[in-house]
């Protein structure tokens, strides 16, 4: 099976064998001419089996996100970024956290608080793509466990560090402590090429995204502290 | 003193004091795994040994560049070459 998939607004022809894979990507599939081809070999899948237990139907989509991964860094300046993204009012801003923080717990807060005008772009792994100068957060086929998630790409206005606390309250980020979550947060290189492609995403993120760190009692309150504190 | 290959400096500015890091990659990664951050100054420092000049050469020019007395700026230096050397980066 093939088709054509667009993820970052970028159009990618990928050939895979099974159907999970159809209906995990049927979301991003686009009638536009395929800028980059994605193909597996038996060694891909090899790879996969060695990582995991999973049926290998399951895992064929990390094989292909592995390869989109070095495509979207090394020619389009994209990295996957581990978060959660809502949209609100045509910005996009990026929650991110150690897993079991509640970043899709606030997401949800902040649906709930602010109703049909704030969307969902990704609940686990979002892209943030540098294109002609700008910031962009879009959506990807891989929005973690609860599936919410849509194929739309908008400027990247904050990112927020998600900690548990006595109390709601949201403060800027140091330049250190930001540089420090994106480390965290972001996909690795394995050359020297490639390290100089990531630090210019950084570097440019860094520059023009603001970064705050919002410490928050586990309820919808946290959601007002979030929307009053970054978003208006 | 040289910078060995296979780290890479960068500037990342947030805000109006530089901050700089450093990434090693291939062997270079082997002391360094994650990255250093750097001050103005230490990548001052760094870009002078890149270029191959000695603790002294680089305290010197430092003093001429920021105007400071040269006993302070000595110890700067040292510092800022006993991390690089912590994480491998030089060629003595």
């Known amino acids: ?232 | 003193m040289k910078i060995k290959s296979g780290f890479i400096l960068r500037e990342m500015s947030g805000d109006e004091q530089g901050t700089y890091i450093v990434v090693a990659v291939g062997e270079a990664s082997k002391n360094l795994s994650g990255y250093l951050t750097l001050n103005e100054t230490g990548a001052f420092i760094w870009k002078m040994l890149e270029k191959g000049a000695t603790e002294e050469e680089t305290a010197l020019k430092i003093c001429e560049e920021y105007d400071a007395p040269i006993c302070t700026v000595s110890n700067d230096v040292k510092c800022v070459i006993e991390t690089l050397e912590k994480i491998g980066a030089l060629d003595v």
């Open chain 1, 1 to 232: 099976m093939q088709g054509v998939y667009s993820f970052a607004k970028v159009n990618f022809l990928i050939e895979y064998k099974y159907r999970y894979t159809r209906e995990l990507f049927k979301a991003y599939e686009t009638c536009g001419e395929p800028s980059a081809v994605i193909t597996l070999s038996d060694s891909d899948y090899e790879f996969e089996k060695q990582k995991s237990k999973a049926p290998i139907e399951y895992l064929e989509n990390l094989a292909i996100l592995r390869k989109i991964i070095k495509v979207l860094l090394n020619d389009f300046s994209a990295v996957l970024f581990h978060g959660s993204a809502v949209e609100y009012r045509g910005n996009g801003y990026l929650f991110t956290a150690p897993s079991g923080t509640g970043k899709s717990t606030h997401a949800r807060y902040l649906k709930e608080y602010l109703g049909d005008v704030l969307n969902y772009i990704n609940d686990d792994k979002p892209i943030i793509r540098v294109e002609n100068g700008t910031v962009l957060v879009c959506g990807s086929a891989w929005n973690g466990k609860h599936g919410i998630g849509s194929n739309i790409c908008v400027p990247l206005k904050a990112v927020c560090l998600l900690k548990r606390g006595n109390e709601n309250k949201i403060e800027p980020l140091s330049n250190a402590l930001a540089i420090k979550t994106l480390f965290e947060q972001t996909v690795s290189y394995s050359s020297e090429e490639e390290a100089v492609k990531l630090l210019n995403v950084l570097s440019k993120i860094v520059e023009s995204v603001n970064f705050y760190t919002l410490y928050c009692v586990n309820d919808i309150s946290s959601a007002k502290t979030s929307h009053e504190g970054m978003m208006l």
